[in-house]
């Protein structure tokens, strides 16, 4: 539950933010679901936005289509003014290097280093030698450093990532996604996973981010407190569209229901 | 207290004696004469003389052989320790082209797993017969059956564990802009390497036991030596090998369990 100490200094992580943008975006899978309706949306550069929905409802879909891991059926999809939508997988692979990435289940190589499983962050920049042999460049090693001292995990970095609890576990999952120097983060349920005062340092340490690195963050959550306390922006999706769409401190247990399509109840809130 | 309601056994399953006694019946129709393999047992009767006399024979170990035996048995420890660090070493790229995790794309995938398949199917004896023709008598083809040996164990295996592994993780390395091979080294070898070291292991065991075998065909090892025994009718010799072989794997087996402990 330990904060990450913000440093001075660690700019480097830092880089101009991108911008959000789709256009009529549908998503079928190809067993026919369908994952969203024709989905439009403008998410300015530094935003944290909150994506709400009950499971199911299309939230991550639209997280993934913003990096192309779930491509667009149809409609267009841009980060930063580049189409994602149609991009070569070299093209999408330098895209997706700008834009990091945060799970429920933190997706850590668990039998390797802290250290190591940080560094992926730089593969996008890394030629398949220095993959091959392990070769880091030294400036990468150090953006891996800075980024886990912010999220106060730099102690931690020779331990297996197996042996950290699930808050630190996510945290190092946080340090991989800033050592892309990104400029937009995605988070898809990133506190399902953990105990109610782990989940608020894990979204204290994703505020963080978005305000002292001016980083835009897309943040799925399921809980209404949560979304409402963090969240500059809200989105609500239900059934593939977007529902709701509007200031998230504002937004009110009614607006809830409607994106939810029943009444609000303790189960939805992180704090009972 | 009131009267708990267990609903009724549903009827119509498969009883375990029913699959047992079908088991029973189909083994002895096997062995009726005309229909099955003829088992003639009155024959064990009528020769079990010559047999207990092996037998005394096997039971009593020529030791003073032994220093005949130090040779072909150091030349089959080299042999399986060549044949398992050669196989191994081919072993793992193959294993990430034959995992769907590890290689997404099925043509590729099809291919290495059909070549993969081929050379399973063949014996380890007829790969050794086939390569004392094309590279002579010795330790060579022994070496180079054991390779094709190992690749089609260890590449079943490991790829197999590899299949059942988390996905998350290379996503993760697919969402930080990775190739496949980048994800691959970065992210799934750290996961694999237990696995693969075990079944190296494994392999290596198997590697001293194969090479008893490969001899008969000329393929080096102790395997010759056994072979020229037996054809003298040797059997107190021959129960010295044995026993050798028999240490060696005991204590393969215990330090291979002694590193498998440690790999967590």
Known sequence: ?272 | MTALVVPRRPKGRWMPWTAAGVVVAVTVFMCLPGVGVGLDVAAIARNWQQGALRIGELLTPDWSFFPRTVGPILETLQMAVIGTAVGAAISLPVSFWAARPTNPFAPTRAVVRGILNVIRAVPELVYAAVLVAMVGVGALPGILALVLFNVGIIVKLVSESIDATDLGPLEAGRAAGATQTQINRAIALPDTWPAFVSQTLYVFELNVRASTVLGLVGAGGIGLLIDAVRTFYRYDQLSLVIVEVLVIVVVLDTVSDAIRRRLV
Request: glycine share 12%; proline share 4%; aromatic share 4%.
């Open chain 1, 1 to 272: 539950m330990t904060t990450g100490s913000l440093t001075p200094g660690v700019e480097a992580l830092a880089s101009a933010p991108w911008g959000i943008r789709l256009d009529g975006v549908s998503v079928r899978y190809p067993n026919g679901t369908v994952g969203l309706k024709s989905v439009s949306l403008d998410i300015a550069p530094g935003e944290l936005i909150a994506v709400v929905g009950l499971s199911g409802s299309g939230k991550s879909t639209l997280i993934r289509t913003v990096n192309g891991l779930v491509p667009a059926t149809s409609g267009v999809v841009e980060v930063g003014g580049r189409r994602v939508d149609g991009a070569s997988s070299r093209r999408l692979r330098e895209l997706r290097g700008h834009i990091g990435m945060v799970f429920q289940s933190f997706n850590l190589a668990g039998r390797t280093t802290v250290l190591n499983n940080v560094l992926v962050g730089r593969l996008a920049h890394t030629p398949l030698w220095r993959t091959l042999f392990g070769a880091y460049r030294e400036a990468d090693r150090r953006l891996a450093f800075e980024a886990l001292d912010r999220v106060g995990l730099l102690p931690k970095v020779w331990d297996r990532a197996s042996a950290l609890s699930g808050g630190q576990q996510q945290r190092v999952a946080i340090a991989r996604a800033l050592t892309q120097q990104p400029r937009i983060v995605l988070a898809d349920e990133p506190v399902a996973s953990l105990d109610p005062p782990t989940a608020r340092g894990v979204m204290d340490d994703l505020r963080r981010i978005n305000e002292d690195l001016g980083i835009t963050v897309l943040v799925n959550l399921h809980l209404l407190d949560l979304a409402r306390e963090y969240g500059t922006r809200m989105i609500g999706m239900r059934a593939g569209e977007v529902v709701y769409d509007g200031p998230a401190a504002s937004a009110t247990d009614a607006d809830f229901a409607q994106i939810y399509g029943r009444s609000v109840t303790a189960a939805d809130r992180l704090e009972r």
